[in-house]
């Protein structure tokens, strides 16, 4: 199977706004869930959001609630988060990863393939 490759992390002040994407080929990945996650230094990885194969439902994470949006474009094999208002605390690596079946999707072990991650820093 190939890994998720995700992209478009960087560093940006607080209150602007960054989208990462992940692109993810391959029948596996255009017929699963995908998630986001991410990692904070010293944390656990939490659950960010996730989209259906179709993407007509989406879950999120409470504290991106209004915030954050998943989205994917099957046709190009890309799921994105679109990131607002962004916090210093949403400073993480985020990960892109396919749900393995589990109905669990806010559980990091219900995902088997991982992307190496992207680095989303937000200054002061």
């Known amino acids: 199977q190939v890994q998720p490759v995700e992209s478009g992390g960087g560093l940006v002040q607080a209150g602007g706004s960054l989208r990462l994407s992940c692109a993810a080929s391959g029948r596996t990945f255009s017929s699963s869930t995908m998630g986001w996650f991410r990692q904070a230094p010293g944390k656990e990885r939490e659950f960010v959001a996730c989209?259906?194969?179709?993407?007509?439902?989406?879950l999120y994470a409470d504290s991106m609630k209004g915030r954050f949006i998943i989205s994917r474009d099957s046709a190009k094999n890309l799921v994105y988060l679109q990131m607002n208002d962004l916090k210093v605390e949403d400073t993480a690596v985020y990960y892109c990863a396919r749900a393995s079946g589990s109905d669990d999707y806010y559980s990091k072990f219900s995902y088997d393939y991982w992307g190496q991650g992207t680095q989303v820093t937000v200054s002061s």
């Open positions: 989209i259906s194969r179709s993407g007509t439902v989406t």
